[in-house]
């Protein structure tokens, strides 16, 4: 029977690498020279240390397009705010991956509304559908492309 998996995933090599562009970056940008501004990932977590709150918010364009550029989709960022005081200012930036349930949830809702003859189950952090005919497993693929989810997804395992 044929199936397939739905996943949000990041590669989190490929993260680590725009941190890397995006410190060396800031480090040879004029507007940044002698501010200590500087990026740190932890596990899932970028911290962003700069002077002010002007300075972060440049400092979050040069993530998001070294991100970009990397293949890491940036709707996966949960951006938190700014933290700031006297002369030094924070900000943390979490790397979502995973199927949390409740998106999970309203994911299988939209399959279940296509009223196609499929099956969606959730599994941790992924949602496998099956059905009997590849046409319709497509059919839903393209729906979930179509809705307007807030974390990026990827259809993984295609099976016949």
Known sequence: MPSFD???EIDLHEA??????????VSTRFDFKGSGARFELEGEQIALHAQNDFQLK???DILQMKLSKRGVDIA??????PQISGQAAH????????IDKELAKKITKL???????VQASIQGEKIRVTG?????????????REAK????????????
């Open 6 to 8: 739905i996943v949000s």
């Open 16 to 25: 680590a690498n725009a941190v890397d562009q995006a410190n060396r970056e």
């Open 58 to 60: 440049q400092m979050l």
């Open 76 to 81: 996966c960022l949960d951006i938190g705010e």
């Open 91 to 98: 900000q943390t930036v979490t790397l979502r991956q995973g």
């Open 111 to 117: 399959i279940k509304d296509t009223k196609l003859k």
């Open 132 to 144: 009997k005919k590849r046409d319709d497993l497509q059919k839903v693929i393209q729906t979930l």
């Open 149 to 160: 989810l807030d974390l990026p997804l990827q259809f993984i395992n295609f099976r016949d």
